[in-house]
């Protein structure tokens, strides 16, 4: 069972330019999410799903994008990349339910843009 | 709105000695507490959950947690720690009916001394 599966792992990326992180999850969970992990900063929302074709903006979407076009995969796009998104970024998936379902992660995307 | 607040940034503590890590939180209606661990570059990982009932709650790894109402709190405690608990903690909260956003605290990075 894979779980939540992001990639790349690692990527160096330059001012400007774009790029995809890609996340995937086989536990067919309604909900999904973007973090960004800063050194003790704890973890900060960017974007979530609650379903396919539903996103909604989290604490910072600034310079991000998403869809969610399938149950499985939430991809997340940097436009133009920015040093200030120098970051590891995970997603996490949750089953939709009552309340109280927790989050499973994937092992983060960490991101380098120089 | 709701925040989280994790009173220890770094623990150092000796292998076999007991530990606590302190969370606080604040939620104008009710929520759910969760304790997460991070071992190093990987993502988050179910410790422990309190939904309701006994305000003891145990989780993996012998990792226990009480919650307490009146003082907003939700420490996680382990009686005799190992080298292998060396790793980021953080806690987290979700409220109770709209249980679909976490909000995570700054975490506390647990570092057993052998």
């Known amino acids: 069972n894979a779980g939540v599966t992001q990639t790349p792992k690692f990527r160096i990326l330059k001012i400007g330019q774009s790029m995809t992180l890609q996340c995937a999850q086989d536990?067919?969970?309604?909900?999904m999410y973007w973090y960004r992990q800063d050194p003790g900063m704890g973890l900060k929302l960017i974007y979530y799903s609650v379903g396919a074709g539903i996103t909604d903006k989290g604490e910072v979407p600034n310079g991000y994008n998403v869809s969610r076009s399938t149950t499985e995969d939430f991809p997340l796009r940097l436009e133009l990349a920015a040093p200030s998104q120098t970051s590891v970024y995970f997603c996490?998936?949750?089953?939709?339910?009552?309340?109280?379902?927790?989050?499973?992660f994937g092992d983060g995307t960490r991101l380098s843009i120089l | 709105a709701q925040s989280v607040t994790q009173l220890d940034s770094q623990v150092p503590v000796f292998e076999e000695a007991p530990v606590e890590l302190r969370c606080n939180y604040s939620?104008?209606?009710?929520?759910?507490l969760f304790w997460y661990v991070q071992y190093p570059n990987q993502g988050l990982q179910l410790l422990l959950k309190?939904?309701?009932?006994?305000?003891l709650v145990k989780g993996i790894n012998g990792f226990e947690a009480e919650f307490n109402k009146s003082q907003t709190s939700f420490h996680l405690r382990k009686p005799s720690v190992h080298i292998s608990d060396t790793a980021e903690y953080f806690c987290a909260v979700t409220p109770r009916g709209t249980g679909n956003q976490f909000y995570f605290g700054t975490g506390t990075s647990l570092t057993v001394i052998p």
């Open positions: 996490a998936s949750m089953e939709a339910g009552a309340g109280g379902q927790p989050q499973h």
């Open positions: 536990m067919n969970h309604n909900y």
């Open positions: 939620s104008s209606v009710s929520v759910y």
């Open positions: 309190y939904l309701s009932g006994s305000t």
